[in-house]
């Protein structure tokens, strides 16, 4: 099977001799002779079309998805159910191929989603106004604090190491290159160490970060951290959150954050082994001009027709790099109508419904492996639909056991926090059924 090249032998005999060159190798005489190779590259020779789709293929499948495997692994990606609507709408060609709307006379429809999506976003979280998405929620917290940073002329972060490790990473990132300090909280029992935090706020606190539910999977006492934070002037409350948690949870909207930050790969995008993802942030109208990115607002045209445009365009690329709120280039526009999409076809009772029966299950799952005898809780707080456990047995030799059983295990603590040896975080969400926990439960009690 030949390859495919579009040029032919006249093609490109007529484009030498446009340019007065004989060959294609006279394109290349300016390079000395002593600096060429002159010999064949040490590769294999090539392979047609046809031999390069069955090397693929068989390299593909040595990848196991959780079509293949029992998904009981979450730490910040989720295995959660997609409806069918999503991939449907997602999938028409004037969606996947759109770019940033620059124009928006020419791009109302998909202003109008990125609207929607704000709206949801705003409504989910409690909070005023939502911008048009970021990367990821590592990206949502460096651009939370350098909202914060801006707003309150205070360059000190003060973190709970019970947000996302992989987040945190990402902060450090943004704040070394900023100029700010980020001082980290120590866990007490699985939650934020609210003496600690108390302890390490103070006149250059800009802001304080935590995660509802936690790293963990555990339930922090928000109102508490809410009133220690906003003690100090100006101080503002950032809260990370699991956008399906809040089908039950309080908004931190509610709970009096000041910034929410999310990962929004739960509602409606797969897992695709890491990403694509999708980051959202909101904030309180009063801040919403520091907000990054642009925000999509609802207008009427020429002749009183509801219309959308482009808002408190704040990026870099749309005004002078050095008043920008921030350069995010991309608003992340297909994971964005799929988030949308989805959270309009589970509405406020699917989305409750997904949240009930992750945290029942979850429940379930964590009495079982304690009623074995074998394994017990690493912590003792409320959690959603992760929890921690622990035993005498590694967690290496445990996901290895798992896996042969074709069971994805949980996440090793020991990766993020070494004091939590044979720690293991495991995550049960809606797709998850009692015989396949069941399973899991057995084969955990026959480790030996």
Same mark, same amino acid.
């Given at each position: ?82 409806? *069918? ?12 191929? *759109? ?225 920008? *709120? ?123």
């Amino acid at each position: 099977m030949y390859p495919y090249i579009p040029n032919t032998s006249d093609d490109e005999k007529k484009m030498l001799d446009a340019i007065g060159a004989k060959s294609i190798e006279d394109l290349f005489n300016d390079i000395p002779d002593d600096v060429k190779l002159n010999r064949p590259l040490n590769l294999e020779s090539s392979k047609s079309e046809l031999e390069v789709r069955n090397i693929l293929t068989k390299l593909s499948k040595e990848n196991k998805t959780v079509n293949d495997l029992t998904c009981f692994l979450g730490a910040g990606a989720y295995d959660h159910y997609i409806p *069918s609507v999503v991939n449907h709408v997602i999938s028409r060609s004037e969606f996947y191929t *759109s770019y940033t709307p620059y124009q928006a006379e020419i791009s109302q429809g998909t202003l109008q989603y990125i609207f929607e999506y704000q709206t949801l976003i705003a409504n989910l979280t409690g909070m005023d106004v939502s911008n048009a998405s970021l990367y990821d929620v590592g990206s949502g917290l460096g651009e939370a604090a350098i909202m914060a940073t801006s707003i309150t002329r205070k360059n000190e972060i003060v973190v709970s190491k019970t947000v996302n490790p992989d987040a945190r990473r990402v902060l450090k990132t943004y704040a070394h290159v900023q100029g700010m300090k980020v001082i980290e909280i120590d866990d007490l029992d699985g939650a934020t160490n609210l003496e600690e935090l108390e302890k390490n706020i103070g006149e250059n606190t800009a802001a304080v970060m935590v995660q509802n539910p936690n790293f963990f999977g555990i339930i922090e006492d928000v109102k508490a951290i809410e009133e220690i934070t906003h003690k100090q002037k100006k101080a503002m409350l950032v809260v990370s959150v699991d956008p399906i948690s809040l089908g039950i949870l309080k908004s931190p909207g509610e709970l009096g954050a000041d910034i929410v930050v999310g990962e929004g790969q739960s509602l409606g995008i797969p897992l695709s082994f890491g990403g694509p993802y999708l980051g959202f942030i909101a904030t309180t109208q009063k801040h919403m001009r520091k907000l990054s990115g642009r925000i999509v607002g609802e207008s009427v045209d020429a002749d009183g027709n509801r219309a959308f445009v482009l808002t408190l365009q704040a990026r870099e690329q749309h005004i002078r790099r050095e008043k920008a *709120s921030s350069n995010i280039c991309s608003n992340q526009g297909l994971n964005t109508l799929a988030s949308a999409v989805y959270m309009v076809a589970m509405g406020k009772k699917g989305l409750k419904e997904v949240a009930v029966q992750s945290t029942a299950k979850a429940h379930y799952a964590y009495k079982s492996m304690i009623n074995t005898g074998k394994y017990k809780p690493l912590f003792d707080k409320p959690f959603f639909k992760e929890f921690a456990i622990t035993s005498e047995i590694p967690g290496e030799k445990v996901n290895e056991t798992l896996l042969k059983e074709d069971i994805l295990g949980g996440f090793l603590l020991n990766k993020y926090y070494p004091q939590y040896e044979n720690g293991i975080l495991y995550c049960v969400t809606e797709k998850r059924t009692k015989g396949e926990i069941d399973k899991l439960v057995n084969v955990l009690e026959g480790i030996k």
